[in-house]
């Protein structure tokens, strides 16, 4: 048996993470990716981007001190190899290869800021295999601060993707008008339509919230009707009761109401009754890609 550490850098428009992996290699069994750490930290650069399209000095200043912490992190826990990948707030700045620069200088971490198309290859780089049933369908719904990816699986591979600019710092601030929703809503639809049958595959902080919160065993699905009821009942609570009755973190009680419109509207669309929820992202994505690049170059290809 051999553990290795490999970790994946997540700089979202809501928060940023850092996720460090054991990768367990056994000579006679697949191998296993057991989480060691996770970090967020709030650091909400949609909030900068979207409304003055740039990154604040204030956010800079954090974002430094948040990859500083991370570098000496990743050093203190052994890890092997890295990536650092930014989505669309950082994509989206006027400074954000600026910002970029200045992390590398300054803390030592590299950041690649990807497009919405490699994220969602990034991602289908997790263990989606092992909710993926081959003879069925699936839409697969990652939702950000700053933009929601979608990808069609059907007979176990990816048909078609499409990245949009509706995330849930963008509605917060009412920055996504009828058109975006309209436009996506037409693509959903024109994907889905000659599948008799599909299920959501639903992915990123708010989701996964949603799911701890219905006290669901791991591997469960949550239904339309489940998600639609909890969607109102948070809509009935104040900011400040969301916090204080239902123990959710500042910068989730905002974002997890958007973000539930988001899913519901992506069950409307497809006809999906069913979200299943296996607790992936980006940086898990990242973790797998990191491993398989190292095996491909061991292999010699």
């Avoid at 697949?30 to 930290?41: A, C, G, N, P, W």
């Avoid at 000496?72 to 669309?88: I, N, P, W």
């Avoid at 959501?200 to 996964?208: A, D, H, K, L, M």
Wanted: hydrophobic share 40%.
């Amino acid at each position: 048996m051999k553990i290795r550490k490999f970790a994946g850098i997540d700089i979202g428009s809501n928060a940023v993470r850092l996720l460090i992996n054991n990768v367990i290699e056994f000579p006679d069994k697949e191998t296993q990716f057991k989480k060691s750490d996770l970090i967020r930290v709030p650091v909400r650069l949609g909030q900068d981007v979207f409304t003055v399209a740039k990154i604040s000095d204030q956010n800079i200043k954090r974002m430094v001190e948040t990859m500083k912490a991370y570098f000496y992190l990743m050093r203190v826990h052994g890890v092997e190899k890295y990536m650092g990948c930014a989505t669309s707030a950082m994509r989206e700045a006027s400074n954000g290869e600026e910002v970029a620069a200045l992390i590398k200088e300054e803390a030592g971490i590299d950041i690649e800021i990807i497009d919405g198309k490699k994220e969602a290859a990034i991602i289908a780089s997790t263990d989606l295999h092992q909710v993926i049933e081959k003879d069925k369908n699936y839409l697969y719904v990652d939702v950000g601060g700053g933009s929601t990816e979608f990808t069609i699986f059907s007979n176990g591979k990816i048909v078609a993707s499409r990245s949009c600019k509706i995330g849930t710092v963008r509605l917060l601030n009412e920055m996504v008008d009828s058109s975006a929703w309209k436009s996506i809503e037409a693509w959903v639809r024109e994907q889905t339509k000659d599948f008799k049958k599909i299920a959501i595959i639903g992915s990123g902080g708010n989701i996964n919230k949603l799911f701890k919160m219905s006290g669901r065993k791991p591997g469960t699905p949550l239904s339309y009707i489940y998600l639609n009821a909890q969607y109102q009942f948070l809509q009935e609570l104040s900011y400040d009761e969301r916090i204080s009755e239902l123990g959710l973190n500042p910068d989730r009680a905002d974002v997890i109401i958007p973000a539930t419109r988001i899913y519901l509207n992506a069950c409307k669309w497809s006809g999906a009754k069913k979200i299943h929820v296996p607790k992936i992202g980006l940086a898990d994505g990242i973790v797998k890609l990191l491993y398989n690049q190292e095996q491909a170059k061991t292999a010699g290809f």
